[in-house]
């Protein structure tokens, strides 16, 4: 070991004089313990969140859509939609037609964007299928030969029809609560494509039975969204063969907006594309601003933990001023002695520093497996608090905290250096 090592680290470990040095010392070591560890669990957090919402936003809708510019539908969709399957990069498409509309049970009510699909294609491009109750999606599988249209229901309180007779729906989890609806239960959608009459619009209503429900832990999605089969949705909408939107999948979310453009193009004139990076950007910009002023406030714990290692240090010297002159009447340079104080901030700094680094990685490891911080839903769109630690963030977090504890020793190391021996053993 080297001479400046070993000496700092008999300092370190020596018993002092005066008692508050050894508190201050210790309370530097916890103090960065602290703000390493905080650190550590906050970009485990902002990581988490990101993650999540990324996932399940990706995972809950198409990664590009294609719909018209002038919003009248999709025509003649069965051939755009082979001749698109080919476009390069494209992984899987669906068709679809939405609408918002207003679906209710008794005097339960509650507003949702109602989508038409195709079982089997939908769940090549969207997670939120896979989630459903059993029999969900059997239920809304094309009929192979036309049993009972879905009814219309100019007064709806007045009639009562067998749920089983029923075109069926699939609602989010929330919503289904909402209106206080079942699995097999009669549920009234009200859409705004009603009859022209010399009254006015009349909206159109239609009983579905509820086939299931899907819960995918995003609040948007299970508290506002609900599906129909393909067929049912272009009746309850008066829209013959039309499509709202095709959805695609592709093979890489980074090119996403390229091959949203070579899909734009492939399509023809009167076509627009949107993709997820689009559409959620704001979103992800905000929490990326989020982990950067987290970052910032929580390293001020580090800053608070610097200081006291400059305060221990100073005292330190004052301590050791005596020995400083004997080290240096023997032939110890300036040099040597600035590098014992440095070598010592090091040293609290490097073991705050693991500690931290342990006890965050740790925090951070049992928060994502145990799941015990429970949020709601219906403010943060999760349910659970994730945690996502990565190794990189551990890399800054300690190249920052060493960076910032090493400054604070430049002052009194460089005090120690200039002691003079003779004006310091004068009196001794």
């Known amino acids: 070991m080297r001479f400046e090592l070993y000496v700092a680290a008999r300092y370190l470990k020596a018993k002092r004089r005066q008692a508050v040095v050894g508190v201050v010392t210790a309370i530097s070591i916890a103090g960065v313990t602290a703000g390493v560890a905080a650190l550590i669990i ?28 002038d919003g009248r539908g999709i025509p003649d969709w069965q051939a755009l939609l082979a001749r698109l399957r080919a ?14 509309v ?33 029999g969900a999606v059997q239920a809304l599988e094309p009929q192979v030969a036309p049993r009972v249209a879905p009814q219309v229901d100019p007064q709806p ?12 729906i699939v ?14 239960d009669s549920v009234l959608v009200i859409s705004p494509q009603g009859e022209m009459t010399p009254v006015g619009v009349i909206p159109k209503y239609v009983r579905f039975r509820l086939a299931g429900t899907f819960h995918s832990g995003f609040y948007q999605y299970d508290a506002q969204m609900g599906f129909l089969r393909l067929a049912d949705a272009q009746r309850l909408f008066d829209e013959p063969d039309v499509l709202s939107v095709i959805s695609f999948k592709v093979d890489n979310l980074n090119h996403a907006p390229q091959i949203a453009h070579a899909i734009e193009q492939a399509a023809g004139p009167g076509y627009m594309t949107t993709n997820w990076t689009d559409e959620n950007r704001e979103l992800f910009r905000a929490l990326k601003l989020e982990q950067i002023v987290t970052f910032i406030v929580i390293a001020l714990i580090v800053i608070v933990a610097a200081l006291n290692i400059l305060i221990a240090l100073t005292m330190m010297v004052m301590e050791k001023t005596r020995d400083i002159a004997v080290m240096m009447s023997f032939g110890v340079t300036p040099g040597q002695v600035r590098r014992i104080f440095l070598l010592q901030g090091l040293l609290i700094s490097v073991v705050g520093t693991a500690l931290g680094l342990v006890l965050g990685y740790l925090a951070s490891w049992a928060g994502g ?13 999760i349910d659970t608090l994730p945690f996502a630690p990565r190794v990189l963030d551990g890399v800054v977090v300690a190249a920052v905290s060493i960076g910032i504890s090493i400054l604070a020793t430049l002052y009194p190391s460089s005090s120690a250096a200039k002691v003079l021996p003779a004006e310091a053993l004068r009196y001794e």
């Open 369 to 381: 497996h145990y799941h015990f911080i429970h949020l709601s839903a219906d403010v943060y769109s």
């Open 171 to 184: 609602l989010g989890s929330d919503l289904a609560d909402t209106i206080g609806a079942i699995a097999g």
């Open 87 to 100: 476009v390069p990069h494209v992984v899987a498409a669906s068709p679809g037609l939405y609408e918002q």
């Open 157 to 168: 309180a007045s009639v009562n029809p067998q749920s089983a007779e029923l075109p069926p």
């Open 102 to 134: 207003l679906v209710a049970r008794g005097a339960r009510d509650g507003g949702a964007l109602i989508e038409g699909i195709l079982p089997d294609d939908e769940r090549t491009v969207s997670d939120l299928l896979t989630k459903a109750t059993p």
């Open 42 to 69: 906050a970009l485990a957090i902002t990581n988490g969140m990101r993650r999540d919402l990324q996932d399940k936003l990706i995972g809950s809708s198409a990664h590009v859509q294609l719909m018209q510019m």
